[in-house]
Every structure is written in C-alpha cells, then in structure tokens.
C-alpha cells in the first residue's frame, strides 16, 4: 500500500523503516532522484483505522523524530 501511495508522486522504491506512532514507516525514493536530496527524508506512515489502511507522508517534525530515533 505504502509502494501505490508513494508512486503516485513519482518514488519508485519504498523501504521499511520501522514501527512507530502505532504504525508502520516506510522511506519512499526513487532511482531516478538518487542523488539529488533536498530537506528531510520522505517518509510514508500506514496506520490501521476504524475504515481500513491509511497512508501519509510525515511531517517535518515527525521526520526528525524518525531520523533521532534509536534502532
């Protein structure tokens, strides 16, 4: 889910990050993109809700929470 999400606005590779906010993270790229890192990581949440999977990128705090995050 988190693959379709992210590929809507062009990233290709999707990679699991790890468990946080009662969901899951996943570090969205793209190959064509790879050398070219502009601001904080794009990062796509997935949570599960009372209406079934839903997806989001994170904000900019929450990317900075990610990336001091112990793992």
Not at 12 to 35: D, H, K, M, P, R
Request: charged share 20%; hydrophobic share 35%; net charge negative.
């Amino acid at each position: 889910m988190a693959a379709a999400f992210a590929a809507f606005d062009g990233y290709n590779q999707i990679t699991y990050e790890c468990e946080f906010w009662g969901g899951v993270v996943y570090y969205a790229t793209s190959a064509e993109l790879e050398n070219s890192c502009i601001g904080y990581p794009l990062y796509v949440l997935v949570t599960k809700g009372k209406n079934g999977l839903h997806c989001r990128y994170c904000t900019d705090g929450e990317a900075l929470t990610i990336l001091h995050k112990e793992k």
